[in-house]
């Protein structure tokens, strides 16, 4: 679970989009928070074997240059259209989701807050990590297997709005 920004320089003459400061100190870093892969739910069910979840947020980015510059004047948003993309190593798990674009009425995935020393938090505390969509469309997105291996299946949850909370029990 991870998440990459990618920053967008932006300056209104087009110019020199960065500033150069040599008087800046960084403060020393140190270790935040981790977490790990947790259960996931689907219109309140929980999703059986499970491998692996992602989200992708879906932010589409429009930048704009003017007057033959290097660097955009102008960048803003486009769109925003997130994705939960649910993996799993079994065919059994489309029972789940039965047919494409089915109706969802929420969905949650859990990231299962790590303590010091590889244990984690009990599930029943409120401190693990809980994003939800509260209503979409799904869809079976990749499927497939050959040969004696495990099918590899992902399903596509395209939500309307999609929330996030580091203090949720895990249920």
């Known amino acids: 679970m991870g998440l990459?920004?990618?920053?967008?320089?932006?300056?209104?003459d087009g110019l020199n989009p960065v500033v150069k400061n040599t008087g800046v100190t960084l403060a020393p870093s140190a270790f935040g928070v981790q977490y790990a892969m947790g259960p996931a739910?689907?219109?309140?069910?929980?999703?059986?074997?499970?491998v692996g979840w992602d989200i992708d947020f879906g932010i589409t980015v429009e930048k704009?240059?003017?007057?033959?510059?290097?660097f955009p004047q102008k960048a803003f948003i486009r769109e925003i259209s997130p994705v939960m993309n649910f993996r799993f190593e079994s065919m059994e798990a489309l029972d789940t989701f039965t047919t494409s674009y089915?109706?969802?009425?929420?969905?949650?995935?859990?990231?299962?807050?790590?303590?010091?020393?590889s244990t984690f938090v009990p599930d029943a505390t409120a401190q693990h990590l809980k994003m939800t969509f509260t209503a979409g469309l799904v869809n079976p997105s990749e499927f497939g297997a050959t040969g004696r291996e495990e099918a590899k299946l992902t399903v596509a949850l395209h939500g309307k709005v999609l929330t996030g909370s580091t203090t949720s029990a895990i249920t």
């Open 4 to 12: 990459d920004i990618h920053p967008l320089d932006t300056n209104g």
């Open 41 to 50: 739910n689907f219109n309140a069910t929980a999703v059986p074997g499970l």
């Open 64 to 70: 704009k240059w003017h007057d033959g510059l290097v």
């Open 102 to 117: 089915k109706a969802m009425t929420a969905a949650d995935c859990y990231g299962r807050k790590r303590l010091d020393g």
